[in-house]
């Protein structure tokens, strides 16, 4: 544990701030993420930058540190030629590179709690092509489940702090994951991209919520990766379904363009919204693709003022 403090105990507390994209701030340092492995990539061959990423989150008021883990399967490593051994050696390193930024923040003078989470991607972020926002593979849940379970292992050996089951698109894949956790002893977030009031597979979100509203495991529900005007909704209806504090990382507002590997349209996301997020029930809160630390500042002022 990086904390003295479990994330739990700080959500049922108060507000937490999460980091912000991964990729954008890799991007921003001169690192080129056209591939398949996206983010991954650098686990291998330039791990430095990826602590680098995550520091520069912590120092702008980011409490929660999201790994490079996303895109990171042992599917996707074999495709590159990487064994399974070594693949399960970079899926570990994913949370001690994150362990270090915090080590590294303390050590320029931070006393505040700090956690680490694992990135779980959905089974779509390995397929490299889209899918992640569209759901609907054509697997069983219980192939699903088999897809996550070893990746889940091994991250949690690693011992992060939370277990971040986000971009979920689809409820049936949701299962898959929160069967996935049990047993493993580390607790867990679930959090889906939608599309309005449903997921991106076109399942209600009050169903879609439901099912983790029992699951010990899952300390927190919510949405991520979606644009900034679905949250207020989604936050509503997560808090009112599980009881549960919520989960809320939108994107800049951008729209992905999966053929050309690119980002489109103008930006909505204003650190003012998160005030009334947060009125709503919304205990984790930062931002996913497009949004940089400058932003992830501004989130962290306005909740500090709000407290």
Not at 203 to 229: M, R, S, W
Not at 276 to 288: D, E, K, P, Q, V
Request: with cysteine; aromatic share 6%; net charge negative.
């Amino acid at each position: 544990m990086t904390s003295t403090i479990t994330l739990a105990e700080a959500l049922a507390a108060g507000t937490v701030v999460l980091d912000g994209g991964m990729s954008n701030q890799l991007e921003a340092a001169g690192h080129d993420l056209s591939d398949e492995l996206w983010s991954a990539r650098l686990l291998a061959e330039r791990p430095e930058a990826i602590t680098e990423a995550h520091l520069a989150y912590f120092e702008a008021g980011a409490d929660v540190a999201i790994t490079s883990s996303y895109q990171a399967t042992f599917e996707g490593f074999a495709k590159r030629g990487i064994e399974q051994g070594r693949a399960a050696e970079l899926l570990a390193l994913s949370v001690e590179l994150a362990r270090e930024a915090v080590r590294q923040a303390r050590g320029e003078g931070g006393a505040r709690p700090l956690w680490v989470a694992a990135s779980v991607g959905p089974y779509g972020a390995m397929l490299a092509d889209g899918s992640e926002y569209r759901g609907r593979y054509g697997l069983s849940v219980d192939e699903l489940e088999r897809f996550h379970r070893p990746r889940l292992e091994v991250l949690a050996g690693a011992q992060p702090d939370v277990l971040a089951l986000e971009t979920v698109p689809d409820a049936d894949e949701a299962e898959a994951l929160l069967r996935a956790v049990r047993g493993l002893g580390v607790p867990a977030w679930l959090s889906y991209s939608v599309a309005g009031d449903r997921t991106r597979a076109g399942q209600p979100l009050e169903e879609a919520f439901a099912l983790a509203a029992d699951t010990d495991e899952v300390i927190a529900v919510g949405v991520n990766c979606c644009a900034p005007e679905d949250v207020a909704g989604a936050v509503e209806t997560a808090a009112r379904v599980t009881g549960k504090p919520v989960v809320v990382y939108p994107n800049s507002g951008e729209a992905w363009d999966a053929q050309a590997r690119s980002w489109s349209g103008e930006a909505g996301f204003a650190a003012e919204q998160v005030e009334a997020w947060r009125a709503s029930g919304a205990r984790l809160i930062g931002g996913c693709c497009r949004v940089g630390p400058e932003a992830i500042g501004s989130i962290a002022r306005t909740l500090s003022a709000a407290r």
